[in-house]
């Protein structure tokens, strides 16, 4: 009685087996469906199955083994967070690769599919089933969809350890763990034991009898919504639910995605989920990119951009158009390929890489700005600091000015300078898995960390190919020690507790809104100042690209010079006529009374680059002052002339011509040739 409830209670497995691949492509008889079938043969499950005699492999194995050497999948990520790496698929029972090996031995082109042992008690030797649409030698050809060949670097990892404890720990203590569901994937995936570890095999997501699309075990839709939960059967993705490329109900217009991942019905971007970007089978780029860095952006599954709902030209959110060379200024993403690496920002200067000959984040041999520099895709949401119709924060409460990081900036990989005494750069940054606000993001590129040593001041060795200024490290503009800086890294009343500001913050009638409200204790954004053209209207928000030098945003975006190339002056701030000049946006200069002095000859137009550093993010002297000893991006030069004039300035609440020292700025010697001493040093 027993005997025959376990005969029957696998009699009944075995049927339902048969039942289900006789309606699927692993159907390789003749009465299969596909188009590679035998010629004649009759029998299923024959050409993997034997009941007697069976082969190396489980259950009951009959198909001949590859001996292949394959090449296997590997990555920066892998190594750099020391995760174990894939094993070469074993060849024998009982280790890690034995099953994948299995679905090799038809998959990888090199075993012809009739290539089986014993068919009804016959052993074939060198014979094989004879089959329809192989190669002449019987296997299968090399342009299917099915074909994996040997090189499996471009493939999803198998013989690989399912580990979730696995993580890396940043300068500032943060950590980045591996990202997978722990302790076991979701069901119905299937791991495999091995001495006592968990492995990933083909067979981890592949049901071969399973009549579902690609043979899945996950089944909870179309093609494309189960592509989406096997992903996150596995991969914990922090801050995944809820993100955009989640929650986004834009579809494909790709009528190749809608038949294939859609089967038949439209496909959305939440539909799709991982498999917007990710492909598990002949991966383009790393870590299992569809197409390479910033293709994947631009097009996701989509043959072409405009039918993706995605980030290319014609695309639902067109940012490939912003880009240079699209747009004369802007971050390379598009000039500079094939660069960027996962945790590339832990390699900052002078740090050895991992692996050896790897990219880090210097400019020196790694310069690059990919999307996933700003942009962590499996958390940003939809959402900038700034409302839809403005170019920055508004007076509503909720996009009051502050520099924590917006939504679509969140999850993102930063660095924070520990700052030295004023106007010096910072020799000691610490990483940061999740960067807090938007200028940690900034200065993983825009610092010390992959710009190297300064040559003097904060002037560093590079050149930008754009504008043709050299370079500068704004860890060391922004440093909050300095006599003067924009409040991008704390307020300005911050600053002043720290000591090494003394000037008071403007008052609130010489900023505009919102910079108006609660002065002093506000902070701000890189992308205050620096953004798309139009980003108010027709531009996404953000510091892409624009035909502005410098990426300058707002109504007005003009620094130092007019358009006809002259500069701007305090003649203008009193005429009314400094339409275009960038720092308008903000502050109304008409307020500050050193700029409507009404003396006559010289002192009537003072070019703003005669008193102010032409890089006004921060200066060692008070009120973004500098003196005609800096040296240039800071001294602008004009035609050839180097334009600061001041030897020696001190702020005061009242002016007096004695508070600056410039004997060479005109006037005949009687305005501020006199030294008298108590100014603010440089260097």
Known sequence: MYIGAVFLSLLGLVLTAYAGISATKHNLSVSGPGNIKAVSETEICVFCHIPHHEREGTPLWNRKMPTSVYTLYDSEFIQRISYPTPLQPSEVEGQPGIVSRQCLSCHDGTVAIGAVYIVRGTELGNAVIQMQNVNPDGTLPSNLRTFIGTDLSIHHPVAIEYNPNVQVTFGDGSVKTVELVNPNPLPPIKLYTYGGKQYVECTSCHDPHKQNKQFLRVDVGNLAQDFKQTCISCHDKPGWTGSAH?????????????????????????????????????????????????????????????????????????????LPPNRTF??????????????????????????????????????????????????????????????????VSANQPTNIVSNVLAGVYGVEPVWPQRWTQPTTYKTKAEAQKEYQICMKCHSGWALGSVVTDCVTSFVSSQSGITLTDQSCEFNPYNRSAHPVVMTTNEMLALGGRYA??????????????????????????????????????????????????????????????????????????????FCTNCHDLTQAQVHMLTWPGPMYSIACVECHVAVPH??????????????????YNYNGVLQLKMRGFKWNTTISNRDVYAPSCGGGGRCHNTNAGGYDTYP
């Not at 994947?296 to 158009?321: M, R, V, W, Y």
Request: some cysteine; aromatic content about 6%; overall charge negative.
């Open 246 to 322: 989640d929650t986004q109900t834009l579809t494909y217009s790709d009528t190749n995605v809608t038949a294939h991942y859609g089967e038949g019905s439209p496909v959305s971007v939440a539909d799709f989920g991982c498999g917007n970007c990710h492909t598990p089978h002949r991966s383009q780029g790393k870590p299992l990119l569809r197409k390479v860095e910033e293709m994947t952006c631009f097009t996701g599954a989509a043959s072409a951009q405009n039918l993706a709902p995605c980030h290319g030209t014609g695309g639902a959110k067109d940012i490939e158009s912003l």
């Open 330 to 395: 802007g971050h390379p993403v598009m000039t500079i390929v094939d660069m960027h690496t996962p945790l590339d920002v832990l390699y900052g200067t002078g740090i050895p890489r991992v692996p050896t000959g790897s990219k880090g984040i210097e400019f020196v041999d790694s310069k690059h700005a990919e999307c996933m520099d700003c942009h962590n895709p499996h958390k940003a949401k939809p959402g900038t600091h700034v409302a839809a119709n403005e170019w920055y924060p508004g007076q």
């Open 504 to 581: 008071a913050p403007l008052t609130n009638t010489q900023v505009l809104p919102p910079w108006d409200a609660n002065v002093g204790n506000q902070t701000m954004y890189c992308t205050d100042c620096h953004g798309a053209d139009s980003e108010s209207t027709v531009d996404p928000k953000g510091p892409h690209g624009s035909t502005h030098k410098f990426m300058l945003k707002g109504p007005n975006t003009n620094w130092p010079t007019k358009p006809d190339g002259t500069l701007y002056t305090t003649g203008d701030v009193k005429a009314g006529t400094t339409q275009g000049l």
């Open 618 to 635: 921060g200066s060692p002297i008070s009120r973004l002052i500098g003196y005609e000893t800096m040296p240039e991006p800071y001294n």
